[in-house]
C-alpha cells in the first residue's frame, strides 16, 4: 500500500499489525468444518440481512460499537458494548457494527456474539480482514456481515473473499475512502458499498466529497455513508444524494443518551 520511500499511514500501520496476529496464530485444522456448522446453526436459527435492513424506506442507521479510535483515543468509559446495542436498537438502528480490532481500538471479537444474543437486528464485523480465515472466524462467532476494505484488496483477492464470505452467509459492506477510486469496488458486484469520509492522508473527514461520489455509485446497490456525520443536517444532505444508509460511531458512542441520538439521527 505504501511506496518504499513513503511514511506508513495509520490504515498501513492497523493492516499491518493485523497480519502478524494472523501470523501468530496456530492453524486450526477444524476451523473450516466448525464454521459451516456455525453457519448451519444460524441459518436454523433465523439469518439476519445486513442489506434488508439497510435497504428499508427512510434513513437507516448502522450504528457503531466503538471503544476507541487512532485519531480520537479512547471514546467512552466504561465500555459495555451489549448495553450500547440494546440502545441503539431501543432508538430504532437498522443495525449494529462493532468494532473488534485489538490493538487501535482496543476492540474484542468476543463481543459479536454478546451482542449479537442481545438484539434482533443483524450484527457486523468491523475490522481489517487481510485473509481467509478471518471470514471463517467471523462466521464461527456469529456475525451476519463483514466489512471488507477495498484498499486492502487487489480486484482477484476482493472476488476471493467475497465468494468466500456469501459462501459462509456473511453478507459483506464493501468500503472506499473518498480519496480512492471507486471502480474496482462497483465491478466487485458487491451488493452494499460504503463510502468512509476519511481523507487517509489528513485523516480528515469530509461529508462534501461523500456526497460527490454518489452520483457513480449504481443505484441497485445499498449505498452507505460513513465516518463524519454529527447530526441530521448531515444525514438530510446525504439522503438526498443517494444514500440509503449511515455508518455512525463516535458520535454515537459519546452521546450520553444513545438511544436518543440514534432516534433524532434517523428523525424519529
Known amino acids: ?10 490504515l498501513d500501520r492497523i493492516v499491518r499489525a493485523a497480519e502478524d496476529r494472523m501470523a501468530a496464530i496456530a492453524p486450526r485444522p477444524d476451523l473450516e468444518e466448525a464454521a459451516h456448522l456455525a453457519v448451519d446453526r444460524r441459518r ?12 428499508a424506506p427512510g434513513p437507516q442507521i448502522l450504528a457503531e460499537c466503538k471503544h476507541a479510535s487512532p485519531s480520537a ?21 437498522a443495525a449494529i ?30 475490522d ?35 465468494d468466500l464470505a456469501y459462501e459462509l452467509e456473511l453478507e459483506v459492506l464493501l468500503e472506499i475512502f473518498v480519496d480512492e477510486d471507486p471502480a474496482a469496488a462497483i465491478d466487485s ?23 460527490e461520489l454518489a452520483d457513480v455509485l449504481p443505484a441497485d446497490r445499498v449505498r452507505v455513508a460513513e465516518s463524519g456525520i454529527k447530526d441530521q443536517t448531515d444525514i438530510s444532505r ?9 455508518l455512525i460511531g463516535e458520535t454515537l458512542v459519546r452521546s450520553a443518551d444513545p438511544s436518543r441520538a440514534v432516534a433524532e439521527l434517523a428523525g424519529r
Open 1 to 10: 500500500m505504501t511506496s518504499p520511500n513513503s511514511k506508513p499511514t495509520i
Open 44 to 55: 436454523a436459527q433465523g439469518l439476519r440481512s445486513l442489506r434488508q435492513a439497510l435497504a
Open 97 to 126: 457494527s462493532v468494532v473488534v480490532e485489538p490493538e487501535f481500538f482496543l476492540g474484542d471479537p468476543a463481543w459479536i456474539p454478546e451482542v449479537r444474543n442481545a438484539v434482533a437486528l443483524p450484527v457486523l464485523r468491523k
Open 128 to 162: 481489517f480482514i487481510v485473509c481467509e480465515r478471518q471470514l471463517y472466524e467471523t462466521a464461527l462467532i456469529g456475525a451476519d456481515a463483514v466489512l471488507l476494505i477495498q484498499r486492502l484488496l487487489n480486484p482477484e483477492r476482493t472476488a476471493i473473499l467475497l
Open 238 to 246: 446525504l439522503s438526498a444524494a443517494g444514500y440509503d444508509a449511515f
Open 189 to 211: 458486484g458487491a451488493e452494499i458499498l460504503g463510502v468512509n469520509a476519511r481523507n487517509l492522508a489528513t485523516f480528515e473527514t469530509s461529508v462534501d466529497r461523500v456526497i
Open 73 to 93: 483515543g479512547v471514546l467512552r468509559e466504561p465500555f459495555d458494548p451489549v448495553a450500547l446495542a440494546r440502545a441503539y436498537e431501543a432508538g430504532g438502528a
